[in-house]
Nanobody, 126 residues
Framework: QVQLVESGGGSVQAGGSLRLSCAAS??????MGWFRQAPGKEREGVAV????????YYADSVKGRFTISRDNAKTTLYLQMNSLKPEDTAMYYC?????????????????????WGQGTQVTVSS
């Protein structure tokens, strides 16, 4: 059974940090990432990791502040979020692509991802 279970969300003040975790089971994937959806907005790609080559992709809005990683056992995906801003407030989702590679051009396209978690809420206050 395929499962992606996110955790680690919460409420922080601007400038604070959070680390999101995504426990994955029931499948293997070389391309996993994080998306987010703020109220009234479309879901957007935040960061994706191609584990085959350790390549990371980030949205411009989070570059230098967020870091995506995966544990050696390849069962948990992380998103370290530093210097959080109110505009980072959103529901954060973990996603996985069954393909054996990530698209450098379309990594942020939701349609590429086959599996999704239920999401974890991040709220940043000013």
């Amino acid at each position: 059974q395929v499962q992606l279970v996110e955790s680690g969300g919460g409420s922080v003040q601007a400038g604070g940090s959070l680390r999101l975790s995504c426990a994955a089971s029931g499948f293997s994937s070389s391309c996993m990432g994080w998306f987010r959806q703020a109220p009234g907005k479309e879901r957007e790609g935040v960061a994706v990791l191609y584990t085959g080559g350790g390549i990371q992709y980030y949205a411009d809005s989070v570059k230098g502040r967020f870091t995506i990683s995966r544990d050696n056992a390849k069962t948990t995906l992380y998103l370290q979020m530093n210097s959080l801003k109110p505009e980072d407030t959103a529901m954060y989702y973990c996603a996985a692509d069954r393909r054996t590679y990530c698209s450098g051009t379309y990594w942020h396209a939701q349609g590429r991802y086959n599996y999704w978690g239920q999401g974890t809420q991040v709220t940043v206050s000013s």
